[in-house]
């Protein structure tokens, strides 16, 4: 169990690091290809898609990524 955890609050940082960089690509009008779907329904779904990416991916570092640093000490 702590297996997943410690994935999930790595694949959270993942996802938060995407949508920030993301955010500041779109800036430039670049995308990742992976993400480059988020702009097929218009700028400002994109622009809420980044951030909700941004926020549960926070999310999950915050409830399962701070978990392996606290068994490590």
């Keep these: ?3 997943i955890t410690a994935k999930l609050g790595k694949a959270g940082l993942l ?3 995407m ?3 993301s955010m500041i690509l779109s800036i430039f009008n670049y995308n ?3 993400l480059a779907w988020i702009d097929i329904w ?3 779904m994109g622009w809420i898609i980044r951030v909700i990416l941004i926020l549960g ?3 999950l570092f915050y ?11």
Excluded: K, Y
């Design 19 to 21: 949508g920030i960089i």
């Design 32 to 34: 990742f290809r992976l």
């Design 42 to 44: 218009g700028t400002t």
């Design 63 to 73: 409830f399962f990524g701070r978990e392996e640093e606290e068994q490590q000490q």
């Design 57 to 59: 991916g926070g999310a």
């Design 15 to 17: 996802l938060a690091a």
């Design 1 to 3: 169990m702590e297996d």
